[in-house]
């Protein structure tokens, strides 16, 4: 898998294989890219959580567009490994952290700092979506006027509308048998 844009741009991620385990495809992470870039989303700067990380292809993405700091959190000890190879191979260790923990462990504190992006990509059939949302917004992890994405089953019965009363619905689209949602937090 190769980073689509940015100073890292062209440059190879390790991914591990096995069941659960579908990266972001290039079509979809331009998508999702072009969604934020849209809504005037400049990375320069900007605070990155990304939840479930698997290949970490979108904080990847995003340190190679400009972010400022990126935090993986992965709870599988083979993922977390292949995760920090990257970071060490792309030289962004002072950028990127890697958490190896339970995402709903890893959100029962409260930010320090919220985040201006926050990608959740929760593993497909385990129904981790509303429960990683209430976490979210409970904890303060979303910046004012920031962005959540969500990718999910394609076939999932999730209202994404009524998701939390902070979070506008922007975007609720499907890209073959992946669902992307993207909410902007509102500051009323």
């Not at 898998?1 to 689509?4: A, C, D």
């Given at each position: 898998?190769?980073?689509?844009a940015?100073?890292?741009?062209?440059?190879?991620?390790?991914?591990?294989?096995?069941?659960?385990?579908?990266?972001?495809?290039?079509?979809?992470?331009?998508?999702?890219?072009?969604?934020?870039?849209?809504r005037?989303?400049?990375?320069?700067?900007?605070?990155?959580?990304?939840?479930?990380?698997?290949?970490?292809?979108?904080?990847?993405?995003?340190?190679?567009?400009?972010?400022?700091?990126?935090?993986?959190?992965?709870?599988?000890?083979?993922?977390?490994?292949?995760?920090?190879?990257?970071?060490?191979?792309?030289?962004v260790?002072?950028?990127?952290?890697?958490?190896?923990?339970?995402?709903?462990?890893?959100?029962?504190?409260?930010?320090?700092?919220?985040?201006?992006?926050?990608?959740?990509?929760?593993?497909?059939?385990?129904?981790?979506?509303?429960?990683?949302?209430?976490?979210?917004?409970?904890?303060?992890?979303?910046?004012?006027?920031?962005?959540?994405?969500?990718?999910?089953?394609?076939?999932?019965?999730?209202?994404?509308?009524?998701?939390?009363?902070?979070?506008?619905?922007?975007?609720?689209?499907?890209?073959?048998?992946?669902?992307?949602?993207?909410?902007?937090?509102?500051?009323?």
């Open positions: 898998m190769r980073i689509i940015g100073a890292l741009g062209g440059r190879n991620l390790k991914t591990v294989e096995g069941p659960g385990y579908r990266p972001a495809t290039a079509k979809v992470r331009e998508a999702i890219f072009s969604m934020l870039s849209s005037g989303v400049v990375w320069s700067g900007l605070r990155v959580l990304d939840l479930f990380a698997g290949s970490g292809s979108l904080s990847f993405e995003a340190l190679s567009r400009g972010a400022q700091e990126v935090c993986l959190v992965e709870r599988e000890p083979k993922v977390v490994q292949c995760l920090n190879q990257n970071v060490e191979a792309l030289d260790s002072d950028r990127c952290r890697v958490a190896e923990s339970d995402v709903l462990r890893f959100l029962r504190g409260r930010a320090y700092q919220p985040y201006d992006v926050i990608f959740a990509d929760p593993p497909y059939g385990e129904n981790r979506l509303v429960p990683t949302l209430k976490a979210i917004m409970k904890g303060g992890w979303l910046a004012p006027d920031g962005y959540l994405l969500a990718e999910i089953e394609g076939l999932l019965r999730f209202d994404a509308a009524a998701a939390h009363e902070e979070l506008e619905l922007e975007i609720d689209r499907n890209y073959g048998q992946t669902r992307i949602i993207l909410w902007h937090k509102t500051n009323e």
